[in-house]
Every structure is written in structure tokens, then in C-alpha cells.
């Protein structure tokens, strides 16, 4: 007997060696992302903590108590689910704390995906290390892909973790601060397994009518920030229509390669319609023309970039018609009925 269970532990053992060797590269990943998530989840502060520090610059802590009724209307108005996001505070120290990196074929609107068990496909890989994300980048530049490097504001654990208040998110004006936590709670409530671009297009949607709905009952339907926050969202979505209509246009050059085509060739007629769409940008009209005017001088965008415009605001239109049609502008039905359909992980 005490043969047998010698046999099976080393079995065990060799079992867990090989798939170490198999899968080490998401293994070493999955650990980072947890020291990393863990770090600032332990010197996270509860906000009745913090807000008891006499020290505590008022500002600061009218900003803390407005997340916390952005918080509430959400569940109450909205049919988000309760959890203890945001209800902590870290501080970054006036740094990021993490980057995404992307990837794309050079002439193919198709993201790299990794797959991550429970979790399924992703079109991103964050890190909480600038460096091993820029090794990253370049690693998948050297095989060929069109890559992006990013930092974020935010981001969800899907309720599995108590997500934090960043300290650079207090530097959104109130518009943009309600649609951030509007859009990372809706994260947490609603999750498709291997949609990112559902996930994203639905969150964004919900964060930004929400923030609206929210800066009516909070400041009224006459208020300065409900105006001002209006006025930028008619800006940037002239800008996000704009870049959906460039991704449709580099999806109909790239279909129209073929594989005897030199790459070379490719590459200049890809570098001819991103600068031509790049100049183009000043046909578009915006309220505030300091806000985009002049976006591309400095910056000349790859697949990557129009993918992120894909990912977060190509099914807008689509989920916008389901919700005033098939569920009248109600929030709660309409997110009862994706909490149905999508049960949560």
C-alpha cells in the first residue's frame, strides 16, 4: 500500500511538472497579475477610514462621498448588482499602476486573443509592470503583429475582488468620474465568457446613459454638469462615428490583398489611408475644437488603435435600438435581461 501511494504522489508530481512546463508562461502571468492585484487591494483604505483624517483636503472628500452616490443610484436606478466596489481608497502616488497591451495582424482587423481558464478568450493583457509590458510588446512586434501599449483608469475584477478607488480618478470632473464607476460596476454585474467586445460595447453603453440619468437626478436637468457632460459626449462621438467609419474603411483595403501581393505593398497602401484619415480628422466639426483638433500631429495609429474603437463602441447603435424598443428605456429590465441570459461567473 505504501508502494501505491508513492506511485500515485509522484505521478501527482510529475502531472503538476509537466503542465508547470506546458502552461509556465500563463502560470508566471496568472501569479504577476495576482501580486500585482493584491498589492493595492492590501494598501487600499476603507473610505469611512479615510474620511475620519482631519487632514483630508475637503475636495477629496466630496469627490469620495459623490462616488458613493454614484454607487448608490446605480443599484437603486440602474438594477446594478450590490458589491463593496469602490468603498476603498488607493493611492497611486501620482503614477499608473497599469498597463494593457494589445495586439493585431498587420493587415487584418483580428486581435491576438489569450485564453485564460474559467475566464476564456481576451483581447488585452494588462500588467502591473510598465517594463515586462513593453518587453511584451515588443516581443509580439518581433512576430510580426501591430501592438499597443496603454495605460488605464480602471478596471474590473468582476466582483471577485473589492475593486478600489484610484486616486487618478478623482481628477475626472463629475460627468466622467459617474460614467467610469457606472461603466467598471456593470463589469461586475454582467460578464459573457469569450466576448470581450460585448462586455466593453455593453459597459460603455450603460456607464455613459447612465452617467446622464445619474447628472439629472443629482444636479438637475438644467445643471452646468449636466451640460458640460453632454456637450463632450456630442464631441466624442462625432470622433468615435469618425474612426468606426476609418476601421471600415482599412477593413475594405485589407480584403482587398491578396497573398501574392508583396508585404511592402501592402504596408504603403496601409500607411497611405491611415495619414489620409489622419489629415482628414479636421473635416469633422466639434463644439470644442481644441479637444481633438490636432489628435493624430503627434501620434500615428495602428490596427490596434481602431480595434479599441471596435471594442468598446461598434454595438453601441445595436444595444441602444434593444433597449428604447424592447425594453422601453428601462434600465432594470434591460440589465435583468442580459443577468438572465449571462448568468455570472
Not at 446594478?80 to 497611486?92: L, R
Not at 494588462?126 to 499597443?148: I, P, R
Not at 461603466?183 to 470581450?196: C, G, M, N, P, R
Amino acid at each position: 500500500m505504501g508502494k501505491m501511494k508513492k506511485k500515485i504522489f509522484l505521478i501527482l508530481i510529475f502531472g503538476l511538472i509537466l503542465l508547470f512546463f506546458i502552461y509556465n508562461e500563463l502560470i508566471i502571468y496568472g501569479i504577476r497579475q495576482g501580486v500585482g492585484q493584491l498589492k493595492i487591494i492590501i494598501n487600499a483604505e476603507p473610505i469611512e477610514v479615510l474620511m475620519q483624517k482631519p487632514e483630508l483636503p475637503d475636495s477629496m472628500k466630496q469627490k469620495l462621498l459623490y462616488i458613493q452616490e454614484v454607487r448608490s443610484f446605480a443599484v437603486d436606478s440602474l438594477g446594478i448588482n450590490d458589491t463593496d466596489n469602490y468603498t476603498t481608497y488607493y493611492d497611486q502616488e501620482g503614477k499608473p499602476v497599469l498597463w494593457v497591451v494589445t495586439a493585431c495582424k498587420p493587415f487584418a482587423l483580428e486581435p491576438k486573443e489569450w485564453t485564460f481558464p474559467v475566464l476564456g478568450s481576451f483581447s488585452y493583457k494588462g500588467y502591473f509592470d510598465k517594463d515586462l509590458a513593453e518587453a511584451a510588446a515588443e516581443q509580439l512586434k518581433s512576430e510580426g503583429w501591430d501592438t499597443g501599449v496603454r495605460t488605464v483608469s480602471g478596471w474590473s475584477t468582476l466582483g471577485w475582488f473589492k475593486d478600489p478607488i484610484l486616486s487618478e480618478m478623482l481628477n475626472r470632473n463629475e460627468g466622467q468620474l459617474a460614467e467610469l464607476i457606472i461603466h467598471e460596476l456593470t463589469h461586475a454585474t454582467i460578464y459573457v465568457k469569450d466576448s470581450v467586445n460585448f462586455n466593453e460595447n455593453l459597459a460603455s453603453f450603460i456607464g455613459e446613459l447612465g452617467a446622464v440619468k445619474f447628472l439629472e437626478s443629482w444636479f438637475g436637468e438644467s445643471s452646468p454638469e449636466l451640460i458640460h457632460y453632454v456637450n463632450q459626449e456630442k464631441d466624442r462621438n462625432r470622433f468615435i462615428s469618425y474612426i468606426l467609419t476609418a476601421t471600415i474603411q482599412l477593413d475594405s483595403l485589407y480584403q482587398g490583398f491578396n497573398e501574392e501581393m508583396p508585404e511592402a505593398e501592402k504596408e504603403k497602401s496601409k500607411e497611405m489611408l491611415i495619414n489620409q484619415i489622419r489629415s482628414n480628422l479636421d473635416t469633422v466639426s466639434f463644439s470644442n475644437e481644441s479637444t481633438y483638433r490636432g489628435f493624430f500631429d503627434d501620434y500615428v495609429p495602428n490596427n490596434t488603435f481602431f480595434m479599441s474603437y471596435m471594442r468598446y463602441h461598434s454595438k453601441i447603435d445595436e444595444l441602444k435600438d434593444l433597449f428604447y424598443i424592447k425594453f422601453d428605456g428601462d434600465f432594470e429590465r434591460f440589465l435583468s435581461y442580459y443577468k438572465e441570459k449571462y448568468p455570472s461567473l
